[in-house]
């Protein structure tokens, strides 16, 4: 906080030392709860978000997985959640290959995974038209709540792109637009070391990671059994990205 003393009286003093410490109590107040970091529309907390991670202590941290296409990354991906008793985690799938894969849809169901929309097409919606945008959102909907039989409510944008109108138009439908704050960088096909180096350097309480089951996901099954073992170490437990968000307050990032 900045002050100009226009003159020297005493009582300008005291006046900018009570002030000062009625600002500081508020802002230790206000730090001390949960909040949701977020990029907003308009700055505005009470509208569209992308939420990004939870401002928190508490040692909470949501593992998700984008799948939008390939045959084979899927399946190990599950078996080693499954066999680390994981069962907090969110999916996000694209509704054509959803379609192409009822069986792996119907496994992440009965493993009680959260299943989020990444979309129909997998592509840059922002530059797409308004109504080119509800139709690939509707339409991934649509396929995914006849699939699951329970409508999604999170999305991640394919490539994690979205502007104002996107969140605008997500936001109308029903949805709240999930990004990331620890990227594993698998997609770029590095090693299984580097995955775990670049989810376990950054990784943090209220944080949500970005991990891949798609086939350019060469190596996350290989690292994923030592991060969930070496996050449980640190004494982190694993939640959806519903339940991370859930009763928390907004902290939002004006994008352009």
Do not use: C
């Amino acid at each position: 906080m900045k002050f100009i003393y226009v003159v020297s009286a005493q009582r300008l003093k005291q006046i900018l030392i009570i002030a000062a410490a009625i600002l500081l109590t508020a802002g230790i107040g206000y730090a001390e709860r949960d909040t949701i970091a977020a990029f907003s529309s308009n700055g505005n907390k009470q509208g569209p978000q992308a939420i990004y991670k939870v401002d928190t202590k508490d040692k909470k941290i949501a593992l998700t997985f984008d799948i939008s296409w390939g045959e084979t990354r899927a399946l190990p991906i599950l078996d080693v959640l499954k066999e680390k008793n994981v069962n907090k985690a969110t999916l996000f799938l694209s509704s054509p290959w959803s379609q192409r894969h009822p069986e792996i849809v119907k496994r992440i169901k009965e493993d009680g995974l959260e299943i989020g929309s990444h979309g129909h097409k997998h592509d840059n919606y922002s530059k797409y038209t308004d109504e080119e945008i509800r139709t690939q959102i509707t339409k991934a909907d649509s396929i995914l709540t006849e699939m699951t039989g329970k409508k999604p409510t999170l999305l991640r944008m394919p490539n994690g792109d979205f502007d104002k109108r996107v969140l605008e138009i997500a936001n109308r439908l029903g949805y709240t637009v999930v990004q990331w704050d620890t990227d594993s960088k698998d997609w770029i096909e590095p090693k299984k070391d580097v995955i775990v180096q670049n989810v376990l350097s950054k990784a943090h309480p209220g944080d949500i990671v970005l991990l891949h089951a798609s086939d350019s996901a060469k190596e996350t099954h290989l690292a994923l059994p030592i991060i969930i073992d070496q996050l449980r170490k640190q004494g982190y437990e694993f939640v959806t990205v519903s339940e991370l968000i859930a009763g928390t307050n907004i902290q939002s990032k004006e994008i352009n």
